[in-house]
């Protein structure tokens, strides 16, 4: 059997990612249309049963990607993949109100956490040295390409073929990195004395925690755009008269901006300083959330512009903090770091879904001026925890 080595191994890593991704935002992209109205979910509802699967794979990547400081990350990638893809078909298959779609959907996210940082620890073990930083960067920045197909395919199919196909569809794309994964070369990680999921030892990484605590207020932010970008050009949309980009353009083009920025931000942070470049992308991105809020009522060109800026500045220091937290770690503790890097993200992406959600309740709805002034607010000030977070780091 052929198997893949240096940039064939990258790029057949990337491109499974996307089917890896497929069903990501499926949720996100059909609720403001399809299930809300449907199951009669306010914004703090619909904003929970999005974070399921932030939350599922929360409790899941700490013991799948520990673990692949002493089995071969290939092994849980394949069992991760095929979760995933079982999950989110039965999604399709049995959902019908708030708890089961929480349920079934925290099941996909356990999936997805036996799928995106053991794909990681995959990849780098495979890698040489110095391939790993632009390698690394390319993986996480393929994400965001990943999740501008699930939100452009769920939403489609959706829209044609009802809210269940869109699952049924979705649902198939995991099993592209399956198939990866019968590719790849065993891996053998070096046995250690301390337990796979001993994290003690990253907790003494300062340097690491950096990185790992500033990925989390970036998670926040992009996890909480990504879940209401759709909504929030709704209501843009449902206020012009004149011909504006639907929503599913709005969140397909968002989401494929992340890719060339988290590729420049990375690119700009080896040449200027990780740090620094960090800090500066994430103070510009709190501006821009918070002129978003605040000018919510001006006109569909005007906001499109903004929008478009805030899809650059949110990602873009995504390929530095991955990068810079996988340099930073210990080689021999390069898993348990990944899975502590990926729990401490996802916990806030899930909480950034919801409290997002809850704002939009609280100031008025998803319907409302001052609701989504709130909204971009809580987004704005859980992205200036990263800032704090560096700094503590090199002190």
Known sequence: MTRLHGRTLVTAMCLAQLGSLLPHVAVPGIMAEHLMPLWGLSAAQAGLMASAYALGYTLAVPVLTGLTDRFDARLILLAGSIVSTLATIAFGLFAGGLVSACLWWGLAGIGFGGAYMPGLKALTDRLLPGDTSRSVTLYTASFSVGVGLSFLVSQLVADR???????????????????????????????????????????????????????????????????????????????????????????????????????????????????????????????????????????????????????????????????????????????????????????????????????????????????????????????????????????
């Not at 843009?236 to 890719?259: E, K, M, N, Q």
């Open 161 to 395: 073929f009802g809210w269940r196909a869109a699952f049924l569809v979705t649902g198939l794309g995991p099993m592209a990195m399956a198939a990866v994964c019968l590719l790849l070369a065993p891996f053998q990680p070096e046995r250690l004395a301390n337990h796979p999921l001993d994290f003690r030892p990253v907790f003494r990484n300062r340097a690491a925690l950096g990185y790992i605590f500033g990925y989390g207020a970036h998670c926040f932010e992009l996890y909480g755009m990504r879940t209401w970008i759709v909504s929030f050009w709704t209501f843009v949309a449902a206020r012009s008269d004149g011909a504006v980009l639907s929503p599913i353009a709005i969140s397909v083009i968002v989401t494929l901006l992340s890719l060339p920025a988290s590729i420049s931000g990375n690119e700009a942070a080896l040449r200027f300083g990780r740090h620094r470049t960090i800090v500066a992308v994430m103070l510009a991105s709190a501006a821009v959330a918070v002129v978003t809020g605040l000018f919510a009522t001006m006109s569909p060109p005007f906001l499109l512009a903004l929008v478009l800026i805030y899809g650059v500045t949110v990602p873009a220091d995504s390929g530095a903090l991955t990068s810079g937290m996988s340099a930073s770690a210990v080689p021999a503790q390069r898993g348990a770091t990944m899975a502590l890097h990926s729990t401490v993200g996802f916990g806030l992406s899930a909480a950034g879904a919801w409290a997002t959600g809850v704002a939009l309740d609280a100031a008025g709805g998803p319907a409302s001026a001052a609701g989504w002034l709130a909204a971009f607010a809580v987004l704005a000030a859980g992205v200036l925890l990263g800032p704090l977070a560096l700094w503590w780091s090199r002190r």
